[in-house]
């Protein structure tokens, strides 16, 4: 099987490195993604918002035979749901690692924008809940690595036009929010989680554990579990 894996918000398709080999040995061909105008200046990413995101990953499908798997990492969760509803019947499973995806009209979040584009904002802008399992050199690692965002990808909001997305098996990975309390929120359906409760075909796959947390980049302290996960998923 071809696995599509797109990443967050200030990563590239090296975010996946220690994800994939586990991934390739268990038989199936990874392919990750770096998303347009990442790491680009203010005036080259100008026009670049999440329907080029989306964009980008639907031509990756495109020049695929066959039925694909596609794994969402936070914001890329809306990015591969957006590709979803674009080849409802070419994606066999759709993955949101620590996400979920958004309804029609939903945008990823704000943050602060530094000539033109979104910088990484540093590892204190986010809860420690978030960051709780990356230890200091890991920090110091992934944060080497990250790279700015287009200024419109993260409020640009997202369009969906084919209820057969709902369709999809769907499976979240979810590392910061308990299982059940996610399927408490799948059975309240507030609006910001109607998509969610929509789905037709959903698992729920927990990481972390009481007294064991996981955050928000598993991939990063935790890339064994992930794979481990996303093979969980897809049978």
Not at 54 to 61: C, E, G, H, L, N
Not at 107 to 113: A, G
Not at 114 to 123: E, T
Not at 127 to 153: F, G, H, M, N, Y
Request: net charge negative; charged share 20%; no cysteine.
């Amino acid at each position: 099987m071809h696995i599509i894996l797109v990443p967050g918000l200030w990563l590239d398709a090296s975010s996946w490195v220690d994800v994939a080999p586990a991934l390739e040995a268990a038989g199936h061909r990874t392919h990750a993604l770096t998303m347009p105008g990442v790491g680009a200046s203010g005036t080259q990413s100008a026009g670049i918002g999440i329907a080029d995101w989306v964009a980008a990953t639907v031509a990756q499908i495109d020049r695929l035979d066959g039925p694909v798997v596609l794994v969402g990492h936070s914001g890329g969760g809306n990015v591969v749901y957006g590709a979803v509803d674009a080849r409802p019947d070419r994606v066999a499973h759709v993955v949101f690692l620590d996400t979920f995806p958004p309804a029609d009209g939903g945008s990823i979040s704000e943050f602060p924008v530094v000539d033109g584009v979104i910088p990484f904002p540093g590892w204190d802008f986010f809860d420690d809940s978030e960051i709780a399992d990356l230890d200091p050199q890991t920090r110091a690692d992934a944060a080497t690595r990250t790279k700015s965002v287009p200024e419109k990808v993260p409020t640009d909001p997202i369009r969906l036009t084919d209820e057969r997305r709902r369709a999809v098996p769907a499976t979240v990975v979810t590392a910061t929010v308990p299982a059940a309390q996610m399927r408490a929120i799948i059975a309240a359906a507030p609006p910001w989680a109607a998509e969610l409760a929509a789905l037709e075909h959903l698992d729920i796959i927990e990481l972390g554990s009481p007294g064991d947390p996981t955050g928000h980049w598993p991939q990063f302290s935790r890339p064994g579990a992930v794979a481990e996960a996303v093979l969980q998923a897809i049978g």
